[in-house]
């Protein structure tokens, strides 16, 4: 038990530990979390509020590559007829087809896109130059008929001629890619073919530069039964 002169004691000694920290409260800084004034003495947990749930914003920058095509357009091995040598390039252009002959009558073929009303032609050509995201200069054709389109246009994902071009001939036409596959099968270019970003890539590793290249009017399909077999296609 303790006498009136100790409990007189311990009281004193408490009352100097609440103002040492009172005065060191008041003299830190204002944002700082207060001290408790009996520091000896256990303190109850303190619960943190739980953080905000954050949503993931779906991303939007799509190029299309993952377009689905019709099975048709779709790139597969078929039964093809044709007494071209393997490793032409035959282009079906009433048909939307480009065929890459690997002769004993199969061929790859690709769906395509190709020259809308008045700008399509046909001839026979070669391959002069490969490119890989080739740049875009529009030729001085294009451009008094679209004047607003750019003088020139760095070779990516944003550019009209996809990841891949090989260029025919001496002409202004060029098979090459696309950064909008949704027209692929359809007429709309002025006189260039073009393929997925995928399909043309493809190609472009098959072919090497002089490979012959024809391309059919709208007014002859190419020389294939009508009903093609689809006979495999595995490669990537």
């Not at 799509?62 to 040598?85: C, F, H, M, W």
């Not at 070669?126 to 070779?155: D, H």
């Not at 590793?205 to 006979?231: E, F, H, N, W, Y």
């Given at each position: ?5 100790g ?11 609440a ?7 008041a003299?830190?800084?204002a ?8 520091p ?10 739980p953080?905000?749930?954050?949503q ?8 299309g ?8 357009l779709?790139r597969?091995i078929?039964n ?13 252009t009433?048909n ?10 199969r061929?790859?073929?690709?769906g ?12 026979v050509q ?13 030729p ?7 004047p607003y ?12 001629l996809?990841?891949r071009?090989?260029?025919l ?8 890619g ?6 692929i099968?359809?007429r709309?270019?002025?006189?260039c073919?073009?393929?997925t970003n995928?399909?043309v ?5 098959r072919?090497r ?5 024809v391309?059919?009017?709208?007014t ?6 009508v ?10």
């Amino acid at each position: 038990m303790l006498g009136i002169s100790g409990f007189r004691s311990l009281s004193g000694r408490l009352l100097a530990v609440a103002a040492l920290a009172l005065m060191a409260n008041a003299a830190s800084p204002a944002f700082a979390a207060p001290l408790p004034l009996f520091p000896f003495l256990p303190l109850p947990p303190v619960q943190q509020a739980p953080e905000p749930q954050v949503q993931a914003i779906p991303d939007t920058n799509d190029d299309g590559a993952s377009t689905e095509l019709p099975a048709r357009l779709k790139r597969q091995i078929v039964n093809y007829a044709t007494r071209e040598a393997p490793g032409t390039i035959v282009i079906d252009t009433p048909n939307t087809y480009l065929y890459f002959v690997l002769g004993n009558g199969r061929a790859v073929r690709y769906g395509i896109g190709v020259g809308r009303d008045g700008f399509t032609w046909s001839g026979v050509q070669s391959i002069t130059r490969k490119a890989e995201w080739p740049n875009w200069t529009p030729p001085a054709e294009m451009i008094a008929r679209q004047p607003y389109l750019p003088r020139f246009m760095v070779g990516g994902p944003g550019n009209p001629l996809g990841a891949r071009a090989m260029y025919l001939g001496g002409t202004i036409y060029r098979i090459h890619g696309t950064n909008a596959p949704n027209t692929i099968g359809t007429r709309v270019s002025s006189g260039c073919i073009r393929l997925t970003n995928a399909d043309v890539s493809d190609l472009y590793s098959r072919v090497r530069v002089g490979t012959k290249v024809v391309v059919l009017p709208m007014t002859r399909r190419a020389d294939i039964p009508v009903r093609s077999q689809t006979i495999a296609y595995n490669r990537e």
